[in-house]
Each structure stands twice: as C-alpha cells, then as structure tokens.
C-alpha cells in the first residue's frame, strides 16, 4: 500500500525535465504531426438571405514542435483562415502569428491541450471553401485544412442548419459573450449544462420546432411554435440540463415542420462524466493500463468482473485518487492517460502496445528522464543498453537490448513480475 502511495505521489509532482527525449521528438514524429490540427465551422441564419460563419482552428500542443529553453518549452507558429466562393475568388482571409509556453513537457505532446483562434464572416446563400494553413517556425514545416460548405440548399423553406452546441467559458469566442461552440463530439464539462442553438429558414406561415434527444426518453420536448412574421428565419436557443446530459452518448436531432414540410437534421455527442479522462473510451483496457497502480486489495476486488460491473470499479478507482474531488477534471486521471497514450505511440511494438513494455511503465509512472544514455558496453558483448536518469528523483534505470530488435527490457525487476 506504501509503495503505491508513493508512487502516486510521484506521478503528481514530478518536474518533467527531458534533454533526450526533446531531441528524439524534434527527430521523430512530431515533426510530422503539423497537419494533425482541426479547422471547424458553425453556421446559424442571420438575415432572411445570409448566413453567419464563425471557423475555428483548434491546433493541439502535439501538432507542434516545441524547443527546450532553459526550463520551459516553447513552440511558435503563423495560422490562417480564408475564404473562397465557388468562382474560386478568395473574399476573405485572416491571420495569426503567436506561440505556446509550458514548463511541462508533457503537454506538448497532449492532443487534448490546445490552442484556438476563430473568425466570423457573413455569406449569402451560396458554396464556398474555407481553408486554413498552418506553419511551425521551428521545423518551417506546413500543414493546411480544407472544408467545403454548400448554403444554396438553404434556399428552399423551411430549412434547417445543423444545431450547435455551446458551454460557459468566460471570453469572446465568436458568439455570445462567454459561450464556446463544442468543436468535437466528446464533451467533459457539462456541470452547468449546455445550450443548443437552432437556427434555419422559414416563410411567413407557423411553424413549430421539435428536440428529440435519444437515450433521455422517447418523448419529442417542443422547443417553439410561433408566427414567424416577416423576418424569414429563426434563431433559437435552448437549455440542456444536467439532468438530461446523465448517459454517455446521446443523439441530438432537430425537427422543422411548416406548412406540412418537414425538415429534420441530427448531432451524436459524447458526455463524458465528470472527471473521466478525454483519452478513456474502453473501461477495461482503460482498468488494465491502470496495473502500475493499483494496490494487490484492488486487484483482488475486480478479479472477475467485467461491463459495467467493472466499468464502476475503474470510476470509483479513480475517484479515490483525484487529488480535486470538487472539479470536473481529474488531473491525476488524465496525466496518468496522456502518458499512457504517448508511450503507446512512441514505443509501439509489433507484438506489444507500449504501455505493456518496460519503457512504458517507467515512463508512465516517472515521466521522461532527465537524461539518456545509451551505449554498447564493450565490443565483445552485441547487447544495448539504455540507462534513463532521474536526478529530481534520485533514481536510474537500466534496460538491456538483447535480442538487437529494440525490446529493450529492464536490467534488474523494478516491481516483479507479479504486479
């Protein structure tokens, strides 16, 4: 129980410090990882005749190389977003010069940290391309992204634009003040519920708009019926409860009816509950990666189980260990999670997924070394050795390659073969 404590203790306060693996990563992968940004758009009806765009570029830590200076981690980058119609006449275009600090260097290689910058512009009925490129100073690598939106069905009434999704998050962000578009389809923090925002093109006649959302109940919950007037659309905001956001996945649809015209679109989100990790979708592998961990008392308790029997042992696991029960975020969860994902990624084996390896159970539980050596101790031997130094932590680890196939394994047991 002492050593687990222990350990836990050092997954949460360990200072990452990595000379050698900021060298592998500038060589590496991440180089590559320019075009892994996102470029989004949320449309809504803002005249009769036009449409309001607001485009995101959500560019996560990973997607950029970042360069060690003195104690914190640094990557710059240039991003922009344009506008072209269907003559292909670029109408409009906007851009960014900035750049991210972390003293972690875990995070710059999160997926889920990131950066966003958004634009609005207001078009007509019509097709258009958004694009957007972006450019790391460091390595001078580019990436770019391409959307194409068609509006000219719009022109038929009724219509319905697709619904958006927004949380509480204090700033501008292209909306109303302190609202935040959901730019993907997992959702974690729902604690003050959600707004859906329907929006679309009507006539002069009543209408009436319906919210189905599936897996809540079976029941159709009546947003609005109301003489339009003259305005030709509609613009309309309703409340998502905490209540209504208890299952995991939910599909969200939107249904139009004027006239006798019915028109209906759907959403799939994901919520997440509070406190689980954005990289955990499958409880038992999930329970299974969490072995570096666990006491021999937990083991014991989940020895049998599966579904969702397991699937609350993992939760209630978890939730013993978040070091801020009170908040939506498991910090101790989700860096446990972030490395698990960067081991899996970077010292993937054919026969064995890298949180199953040595090197990856050292790492998911210390974080990168301080220092790296590696060396073939005499020319007599043809084994490999890589020895990874934790000064912070007073400790070393030595992994010997014997086979030369890269599977390295630890010199002398680190917990047993029993863990």
């Given at each position: 129980m002492i050593k687990n404590i222990i350990l836990l203790w050092v997954l949460i306060f360990s200072i990452i410090s990595d000379i050698g693996f900021s060298q592998r990563s500038k060589k590496g992968k991440i180089i590559g990882n320019i075009g892994r940004y996102n470029l989004i758009e949320f449309s809504r009806a803002y005249s009769k005749d036009s449409i309001l765009v607001t485009a995101f570029v959500d560019i996560p830590f990973q997607s950029l190389q970042f360069i060690k200076k003195e104690k914190s981690f640094f990557?710059?980058?240039?991003?922009?977003?344009s506008l072209t119609n269907n003559k292909d006449k670029r109408i409009f275009r906007k851009m960014w010069s900035d750049?991210?600090?972390?003293?972690?260097?875990?995070?710059?290689?999160s997926r889920l940290r990131s950066k966003k910058h958004f634009t609005n512009f207001i078009v007509s009925k019509d097709k258009y391309i958004i694009e957007s490129e972006l450019y790391d100073k460091d390595t001078r690598k580019k990436g770019s992204k391409k959307v194409k939106i068609d509006f000219?069905?719009?022109k038929k009434r009724p219509s319905l634009l697709e619904p958006i999704i927004v949380t509480n998050l204090e700033g501008d962000w292209g909306f109303d003040e302190g609202e935040f578009p959901i730019t993907g389809k997992r959702i974690t923090n729902v604690d003050d519920g959600l707004t859906l925002i329907a929006s679309g093109f009507v006539d002069d006649n009543?209408?009436?708009?319906?919210?189905?959302?599936?897996?809540i109940n079976k029941d159709n919950k009546v947003l609005i019926?109301?003489?339009?007037?003259?305005d030709g659309f509609f613009y309309h905001k309703y409340t998502l409860d905490t209540d209504s956001l208890s299952s995991i996945g939910i599909d969200v649809g939107i249904r139009l009816t004027q006239s006798k015209k019915e028109k209906e679109v759907q959403k799939k989100i994901s919520i997440y509950k509070p406190g689980l990790s954005g990289f955990v979708d499958n409880a038992e592998i999930s329970f299974q990666q969490m072995k570096y961990i666990l006491t021999n008392d937990e083991r014991k308790n989940a020895k049998g189980k599966k579904g969702k029997d397991l699937e609350q042992?993992?939760?209630?696991?978890w939730q013993k260990r978040d070091p801020t029960p009170k908040t939506s975020i498991n910090e101790l969860m989700e860096e446990y999670y972030i490395r698990v994902n960067y081991v899996n990624e970077y010292f993937n084996m054919s026969w064995k997924e890298g949180w199953e390896t040595d090197f990856g159970m050292i790492y998911i539980l210390f974080g990168p070394p301080d220092e790296i050596q590696r060396s073939n101790v005499n020319s007599n031997n043809t084994s490999i050795f890589q020895v990874?130094?934790?000064?912070?932590?007073?400790?070393?680890?030595v992994f010997k390659d014997q086979n030369g196939f890269g599977d390295f394994k630890l010199d002398r047991p680190f917990i047993g073969p029993s863990f």
């Amino acid at each position: 129980m002492i050593k687990n404590i222990i350990l836990l203790w050092v997954l949460i306060f360990s200072i990452i410090s990595d000379i050698g693996f900021s060298q592998r990563s500038k060589k590496g992968k991440i180089i590559g990882n320019i075009g892994r940004y996102n470029l989004i758009e949320f449309s809504r009806a803002y005249s009769k005749d036009s449409i309001l765009v607001t485009a995101f570029v959500d560019i996560p830590f990973q997607s950029l190389q970042f360069i060690k200076k003195e104690k914190s981690f640094f990557a710059s980058y240039d991003v922009s977003i344009s506008l072209t119609n269907n003559k292909d006449k670029r109408i409009f275009r906007k851009m960014w010069s900035d750049s991210i600090i972390t003293d972690d260097y875990i995070q710059t290689q999160s997926r889920l940290r990131s950066k966003k910058h958004f634009t609005n512009f207001i078009v007509s009925k019509d097709k258009y391309i958004i694009e957007s490129e972006l450019y790391d100073k460091d390595t001078r690598k580019k990436g770019s992204k391409k959307v194409k939106i068609d509006f000219s069905k719009q022109k038929k009434r009724p219509s319905l634009l697709e619904p958006i999704i927004v949380t509480n998050l204090e700033g501008d962000w292209g909306f109303d003040e302190g609202e935040f578009p959901i730019t993907g389809k997992r959702i974690t923090n729902v604690d003050d519920g959600l707004t859906l925002i329907a929006s679309g093109f009507v006539d002069d006649n009543p209408y009436i708009l319906e919210m189905i959302m599936e897996g809540i109940n079976k029941d159709n919950k009546v947003l609005i019926a109301e003489e339009v007037g003259s305005d030709g659309f509609f613009y309309h905001k309703y409340t998502l409860d905490t209540d209504s956001l208890s299952s995991i996945g939910i599909d969200v649809g939107i249904r139009l009816t004027q006239s006798k015209k019915e028109k209906e679109v759907q959403k799939k989100i994901s919520i997440y509950k509070p406190g689980l990790s954005g990289f955990v979708d499958n409880a038992e592998i999930s329970f299974q990666q969490m072995k570096y961990i666990l006491t021999n008392d937990e083991r014991k308790n989940a020895k049998g189980k599966k579904g969702k029997d397991l699937e609350q042992i993992f939760l209630s696991y978890w939730q013993k260990r978040d070091p801020t029960p009170k908040t939506s975020i498991n910090e101790l969860m989700e860096e446990y999670y972030i490395r698990v994902n960067y081991v899996n990624e970077y010292f993937n084996m054919s026969w064995k997924e890298g949180w199953e390896t040595d090197f990856g159970m050292i790492y998911i539980l210390f974080g990168p070394p301080d220092e790296i050596q590696r060396s073939n101790v005499n020319s007599n031997n043809t084994s490999i050795f890589q020895v990874w130094y934790y000064s912070r932590l007073n400790k070393q680890f030595v992994f010997k390659d014997q086979n030369g196939f890269g599977d390295f394994k630890l010199d002398r047991p680190f917990i047993g073969p029993s863990f």
